[in-house]
């Protein structure tokens, strides 16, 4: 235990050198009363403290003091180039007072719903897209896999409903792109439109959504963000959550009657 008291010491000189040199900051900014003095008390003990981490390093180094040399200044830069994004962030969004703040409403409104398949996420999202009373709501299926388009095609036609579906072929499978054309395709033969664009996101538990998805919906909707005239809303449907309210014996029912109770209301509003 006495072997990693002077590594305790580095710890608890280095927290004091950096309250010291911050507060010498605070005060040069600030400058209230008595500023000068107040900076020259914390700017001292952030010099004595350092002095006194140093002759630690110096004394320890073989024994493992390297180590918090290596690591100390990579950490530091770490955290002030995340604190510079969040500024950066709030400076962004952060709206300027001789900013006209424009609320008109667009002459014309467009929802695009990006689907790959029939399912109550996709629903969901078509619910919220009749919600936003726009001019023209569709459906778009950026085509992969022309089997599934074609599945999707035939399914799609049974759905009991007045929204058209788009197939575009996207041979290179670069979503984003695709995402990108289309939305300027629209916004060019229509200048006075607002686009929207919808796509549905299943949620899960944090680990398990990261295993599961590879955050597309992210990718486009940043794509789609960047377009003047075009707004992303990505639409979270929780899985887990549906799941529960339609097991019927709780947790540990069997798997396959919960997912049959999951697809019932989907076959009901695709007419199967």
């Known amino acids: 235990m006495s072997a990693l008291v002077p590594f305790f010491a580095i710890g608890v000189f280095t927290a004091f050198a950096m309250a010291g040199y911050g507060m010498a900051k605070h005060h040069v900014t600030q400058?209230?009363?008595?500023?000068?003095?107040?900076?020259?008390?914390n700017?001292?003990?952030?010099?004595?403290?350092?002095?006194?981490?140093?002759?630690?390093?110096?004394?320890?180094f073989t024994e493992g003091a390297w180590l918090i040399v290596a690591i100390f200044p990579l950490l530091v830069l770490a955290l002030m180039r995340l604190n510079r994004k969040y500024r950066d962030e709030a400076s962004v969004l952060e709206m300027s007072r001789t900013e006209d703040l424009d609320l008109a409403r667009?002459?014309?409104?467009?929802?695009?719903?990006?689907?790959?398949?029939?399912?109550?996420?996709e629903i969901e999202a078509i619910?919220?897209?009749?919600?936003?009373?726009?001019?023209?709501l569709t459906a778009v299926h950026f085509v992969i896999d022309v089997d599934h388009a074609v599945r999707l095609r035939e399914r799609w036609d049974r759905?009991?409903?007045?929204?058209?579906?788009?197939?575009?072929?996207?041979?290179?499978?670069?979503?984003s792109r695709a995402a990108h054309e289309l939305v300027l395709r629209v916004l060019k033969h229509h200048p006075d439109t607002r686009v929207t664009v919808l796509l549905?996101?299943?949620?899960?538990?944090?680990?398990?959504?990261?295993?599961?998805?590879?955050?597309?919906?992210?990718?486009?909707?940043?794509?789609?963000?960047?377009v003047r005239g075009a707004t992303?809303?990505?639409?979270?449907?929780?899985i887990e959550s549906r799941i529960a309210r339609m097991a019927p014996d709780g947790p540990e029912?069997?798997?396959?009657?919960?997912?049959?109770?999951?697809?019932?209301?989907?076959?009901?509003?695709?007419?199967?």
């Open 31 to 41: 400058r209230d009363s008595w500023w000068r003095l107040k900076l020259a008390l």
């Open 43 to 60: 700017l001292s003990a952030g010099i004595m403290s350092t002095i006194v981490v140093g002759i630690f390093v110096v004394a320890k």
């Open 106 to 121: 667009h002459p014309r409104l467009q929802v695009l719903v990006f689907v790959d398949t029939v399912d109550l996420a």
């Open 127 to 136: 619910r919220l897209g009749y919600g936003l009373h726009a001019d023209e």
């Open 159 to 175: 759905f009991e409903h007045d929204t058209p579906l788009w197939l575009i072929n996207c041979p290179d499978r670069h979503l």
């Open 200 to 226: 549905p996101r299943r949620t899960y538990s944090p680990l398990l959504g990261r295993l599961l998805h590879d955050r597309t919906a992210d990718k486009m909707a940043r794509t789609v963000s960047r």
């Open 232 to 238: 992303a809303i990505i639409v979270p449907y929780d």
């Open 253 to 272: 029912a069997p798997a396959a009657e919960v997912v049959g109770a999951v697809e019932a209301p989907v076959s009901t509003l695709v007419g199967d």
